[in-house]
């Protein structure tokens, strides 16, 4: 909540007293761009120019939520690139923490690489993101261990 004061000064040169009103100025952070180039370090080591590009891409097209929404194919028609393609860029951005699946069609901008917006909502998907990696890396654990038939 803005806080007004009043006070009086008294000008040096005059010696006449003013009175002004102090206001406290909230500042705000709404829809800026905050990028973290040290959190893409990992995936800039390992990709390729074009899966640089495509990761552009889907920053330009993910919605406020850090949400980008779309097929293999559906992506691979919008960029000029094969379904293939598509999906090894993905599995890379997946596996340097770059982008984790929400569902079929659906993944998730890391927020701490880039975000658009408040940081009230960036902390909301901040949260989400996590989640959805932690889950992700359990079942991938899951799928490794070898059940043994005695």
Known sequence: MPLNITKDYIDPKTGELKTFVLKEQEVKDYNFYKYWPKNLVGFKKVATLNERDFLDWLIENSNRDNLILGTYQSMAKDTKHSSRF?????????????IVKVQNGAYLLNPNVLFKGSTRRRIKVSIQYKELREKQQY?????????IDK
């Open 86 to 98: 598509i999906e090894k860029a993905i599995h890379k951005m997946e596996d340097t923490d770059v």
């Open 139 to 147: 079942y991938h654990q899951r799928s490794k261990i070898k059940i």
